[in-house]
């Protein structure tokens, strides 16, 4: 059995980081994500006034309810998608100029409904060159709150941002959302969020959040399940190979531990008990359909073992993997296909016929993207020969993949 030590959530790192930049006194977070997008999160605090004092293992952060401590501010979020769309929120619950820009990357990535949601609330937000895009500037005066309609069907962060706001807000907030996906990071929202005692209900789809403000806390971050999801496939790509995750359990917050029930209809053994995950491979693959809507980072993830299975792999309701760090359908697709496997695709849906992948020369095309760099080494380790245009870019959320994922190079199945 080979137990792996998976850093942090990244969800969950960053949430903390909000929610203890915005609460009364000190918050500790316990074994925080270090990768470029927390620590561009960090960044990003300490530019607006927070101060942020960061250990081996252990982050302090000293709260602000009443806001940032400078009055203007130029904030580089980098690739960050929480960085990019929580921090000009947590910045419109206080006073003054602050201006937020974001990598290529990132401006390509939307970001309108939000603003359209914060300006209903009457923040005055500008966007510099595209609507809906990075550069911004958010003019803050305070938020009042009050009620209103949002469309989360690209990004749950959207619905995320506005709710930790809502206990900043003089009055309160309601939020009626019309569309929602991934819908499991907002159950792991609202968690946090009731940690850090605010007070937020939820009756159908409107969510009412009280103008309680936070209180600071000692926050350990669990491990990271989409992270986790990478070496739970390996497993269950080779008879006899067991993979343990300590930390995940039956008590964790990420929905995205729900790969493993992927898996094990896939026909891997799969034991969730209250202090780890456990995925043992069998030497069977089936070939499934799977709506995976609430699960969608890990579709690279299914999509690069797919190929093994004994029958055609589907994947459907995933259209907000288009608008992610890059168009994940069209990448793992054309990624697959440059191995010789074939797929077909639709505007949410993706689907993998069985077949041999041919590595050697082939070089993926990563986009810039962690997701398919991390999802295709899964399938690296039946297709010897496989490179990537650009391996580094896991420096997103787990700069020590390479080295932790060479585990596998050692294992001998059982007889």
């Known amino acids: 059995m080979t137990v792996i030590d998976i850093p942090g959530s990244k969800s969950v790192t960053a949430r903390a980081l909000f929610l203890a930049a915005a609460a009364r006194g000190t918050t ?11 620590e561009g999160f960090a ?63 990132m401006r390509r990535r939307p970001l309108g409904p939000l603003s359209t949601a914060l300006r209903a609330l009457g923040v005055d937000l500008r966007h510099e060159e595209n609507e809906g895009h990075h550069p911004l500037t958010v003019t803050a005066r305070g938020v009042k709150g009050g009620a209103l309609t949002l469309d989360a ?22 939020v009626t959302v019309t569309d929602l996906v991934s819908e499991p990071y907002v159950e792991i929202t609202l968690a946090m969020m009731r940690a850090f ?23 350990p971050v669990e491990p990271d399940a989409s992270t986790a999801g990478y070496f739970f496939a390996a497993a269950a790509l080779e008879p006899g190979r067991t993979v343990t995750v300590p ?5 964790a917050l990420q929905g995205d531990l729900a790969f493993v029930d992927v898996l094990r209809r896939m026909g891997a053994d ?8 456990t995925v043992r491979g069998t030497g069977t693959l089936r070939g499934l359909t799977v709506n995976m809507r609430d699960i969608s980072d890990t579709m690279p993830t299914l999509a690069a073992l797919a190929p093994f299975a004994d029958g055609p792999v589907r994947i459907e309701d995933v259209a907000n993997t288009r608008v992610k760090e890059c168009d994940r359908l069209d990448a793992c697709a054309e990624n697959l296909r440059r191995l010789g496997i074939t797929v077909t695709t639709g505007p949410d849906w993706i689907e993998i016929r069985p077949g041999t992948p041919a590595g050697t020369g082939v070089e993926i095309a990563t986009h810039g993207d962690h997701r398919i760099v991390m999802s295709f080494a899964v399938t690296g380790l039946r297709t010897p020969g496989i490179t990537f245009d650009d ?25």
């Not at 990004?155 to 809502?166: D, F, H, K, R, V």
């Not at 930390?247 to 008590?251: D, S, Y």
């Not at 799969?270 to 995950?277: Q, R």
């Open 43 to 105: 960044q990003g605090l300490k530019a607006l006034g927070y101060e942020v004092r960061q250990e081996p293992g252990a982050w302090h952060i000293e709260g602000r309810p009443e806001g940032p401590a400078r009055r203007s501010a130029d904030v580089y979020c980098r690739d960050g998608a929480t960085t990019a769309r929580f921090l000009p929120t947590l910045a419109a619950a206080g006073h003054g100029t602050f201006r937020f820009d974001a990598s290529p990357q």
């Open 391 to 415: 391996p580094g870019c896991v420096r997103k959320t787990f700069p020590d993949f390479h080295r932790a994922f060479r585990v596998f190079d050692a294992f001998h199945p059982t007889p």
């Open 28 to 38: 500790t977070l316990l074994r925080p994500l270090v990768s470029d997008d927390t």
């Open 197 to 219: 005692g605010a007070r937020v209900t939820r009756e159908g789809r409107t969510y009412t959040v009280a103008p309680t403000g936070y209180t600071g806390a000692r926050y």
């Open 247 to 251: 930390g995940l359990g039956t008590g």
């Open 270 to 277: 799969v034991e969730i008990t209250e202090a780890a995950t």
């Open 153 to 174: 069907g690209q990004s749950s962060q959207y619905l995320t941002a506005l709710l930790m706001l809502g206990p900043l807000t003089a009055e309160g907030l309601s």
